[in-house]
């Protein structure tokens, strides 16, 4: 007998059951729903809503049923429909009439939404924790490689000379941010639904403050309507962990680069990738590719959560059930791939030779070489037309722009002088682009120190 059967004269379909159950997903936010069960009951018995023995034995009759639900011993039933429906039905059968007292002054639709905030509000948590994790990761390997010069790229061209350091305090950066578009939005799902009802409150006298306390949400949702229909904090979260995802993925892409024989700037370690079945040479980065393809899926659950709240009209509807699957498989995937990826990077090798012979070539000191002109008092785009012309003469030529003698030099300008060596030297071009945010030793150290502090101050917070 379901608990809302009384209007109906029939029992639904099997058919019916199978599809509007919820419990094989929903079932993991058991702690949340009693958690919120236990807290909704004490509020009832302190302001006299029901007697106090009766809540105090609804929290004890609770406690045992979420230990048992540890131990798996409380079985997630279809014809339960859902977790609230499974903790009311089993607190009933084992406390009888009193048990069906907790419902009073509040509906599923308070209930779920009150369950779901508090479960992405732990998940959420955990992998800004993981975030900070790979942030040290990444402020580790930059401290080692501050001298390693690689060149930086656009259009996957070699574009100019940089360090290993200065290329992944990049990525750092993006993460911080990610860091703190995941505190931002669990500051906003910091809200308190309980007590919204079906969708316009109750008539009971009930405490949300305390009920708020409890369950340590900082305020309370202030619209009963909003309440029960927002699931703005959901699609939230999944949006920052698609940013997130997209960001493992960017550099995920320039792992599966730097892998092949034709970069080989680093070599992972083999706990970390896999061989093929018929080509005894290979050693192919799967986690890598595996990250990569795995963001699509995370993209894919925020477009469903988009479209499933794109055109409801207030308040619950039952479509609502279906946020919680993309969400869920979401974190999930996240939660996977983050202390994976985390490891992957701390035991990868770089290799700093390959690094440099690639920043060699492809003229990448070109800029420096024009900005040497520039210094000499010739203007940039007439510098810029020099150094095209110097760059055309060693392709021609087999050269590179260390190659060249200084008659060739001044063949084309005759403001280059001997220094002109020392100014298009890679250690050169790098160290002295010290501005606040450039690859210079210095620079970078500061943009390590800044993640650094970043990281100890959010580990202290409370």
């Known amino acids: 007998m379901k608990l809302w059967s009384g209007r109906f004269d029939k029992q639904p379909s099997e058919l019916v059951d199978e599809l509007n159950a919820s419990i094989s997903f929903d079932q993991r936010m058991f702690r949340e729903d009693i958690m919120g069960s236990i807290a909704h009951a004490g509020m009832l018995g302190a302001q006299g809503i029901i007697a106090i023995e ?19 011993k409380v079985p997630f039933l279809t014809e339960h429909e859902d977790i609230h429906m499974c903790v009311e039905t089993e607190l009933t059968r084992r406390i009888g009439d009193t048990g069906k007292r907790l419902h009073t002054a509040r509906s599923r639709n308070d209930q779920v ?21 790979l942030l040290d990761t990444l402020t580790n390997i930059a401290g080692e490689h501050l001298d390693t010069i690689l060149p930086a790229y656009t259009h996957l ?14 990525y750092a950066n993006m993460i911080r941010r990610d860091v703190t578009r995941l505190e931002d939005c669990l500051e906003r799902m910091d809200e308190m639904p309980l007590g919204s009802g079906a969708c316009t409150s109750t008539t009971y006298p ?6 708020a306390k409890e369950l340590g949400f900082s305020r309370l949702t202030e619209n009963s309507l909003d309440g029960v229909s927002d699931r703005d904090f959901a699609i939230e979260l999944t949006s920052a962990l698609s940013i997130l995802m997209m960001h493992l993925s960017r550099l995920s ?7 092949s024989w034709e970069f080989r700037f680093v070599e992972l370690d083999d706990s970390y990738a896999t061989g093929s079945s018929i080509m005894p040479q290979k050693k192919n980065p799967d986690i890598a590719e595996l990250v990569r393809g795995k963001t699509g899926r995370v993209y894919g659950d925020l477009i469903t959560l988009l479209t499933v709240m794109k055109a409801l009209p ?3 509807n039952k479509d609502m059930q279906e946020d919680k699957e993309p969400v869920f498989d979401a974190v999930d995937t996240v939660l996977a791939i983050l202390p994976v990826f985390t490891e992957m990077l701390a035991t990868m090798k770089v290799l700093p030779e390959h690094m440099y012979r690639a920043a060699g070539e492809g003229f990448i000191n070109a800029t420096d070489c024009a900005d040497y002109l520039v210094k000499q008092g010739l203007p940039f785009r007439d510098a810029y037309t020099v150094v095209g012309k110097l760059v055309n003469f060693c392709i021609q030529e087999g050269k ?8 060739q030099y001044q063949t084309h300008c005759s403001l280059f002088a001997a220094d002109i060596f020392d100014a298009i030297s890679l250690a050169t071009c790098v160290n002295q682009r010290n501005v606040p945010g450039g690859p210079a030793k210095e620079s970078v150290e500061r943009q390590i120190a800044s993640i650094t502090t970043f990281v100890t101050e959010r580990r202290q917070q409370p």
Not at 400 to 407: S, V
């Open 54 to 72: 009766e809540a105090a034995l609804i929290i004890e009759t609770l406690e045992e049923i979420c230990a048992d639900m540890d131990a798996g």
């Open 113 to 133: 939404a009150l369950d779901l905030r508090l479960y992405l509000k732990g998940e959420g948590a955990a992998i800004r924790a993981l975030c900070l994790g």
């Open 157 to 170: 061209q070699r574009g100019q000379p940089t360090t290993f350091a200065h290329h992944i305090m990049a």
């Open 206 to 211: 009930i405490d949300r403050g305390r009920v």
């Open 253 to 259: 892409e320039e792992i599966i680069f730097w892998c």
């Open 314 to 316: 207030l308040a619950y």
């Open 400 to 407: 590179t722009l260390e190659t060249l003698t200084l008659d």
